[in-house]
């Protein structure tokens, strides 16, 4: 398998009660379809913690799509009193297992 490019997204709230109306918001506002992007998949780690990973199949559509991502992570933690970390990645597929 190929290289995928990645942009991996982390989200805590200061109030952990904000998470659910987040995802609600999140759900109705956020875009289903970023540019470039193939494949996205989200976890819910704790209580007041999430994380989502977009992947792409190369570097230009990660750094195309990278800055509308970023405002709309910014623009939740604004929202919602979270704090958010957003990272451009490169998966390993020599370390891959399972799917």
Do not use: C
Not at 48 to 74: E, H, Q, T
């Amino acid at each position: 398998m190929d290289n995928e490019f990645v942009i991996i997204m982390s989200i805590r709230y200061m109030k952990a009660s904000l998470m659910a109306p987040a995802h609600d918001w999140a759900e109705k506002n956020v875009p289903k379809d970023v540019p470039g992007a193939h494949r996205h998949r989200s976890f819910h780690i704790a209580p007041d913690r999430g994380m989502s990973i977009l992947y792409f199949n190369d570097k230009a559509d990660l750094d195309g799509a990278f800055p509308m991502v970023k405002d709309i992570l910014n623009g939740m933690a604004e929202r919602f009193e979270a704090k958010v970390e957003i990272q451009k990645g490169i998966t390993s597929p020599g370390m891959d297992w399972g799917d």
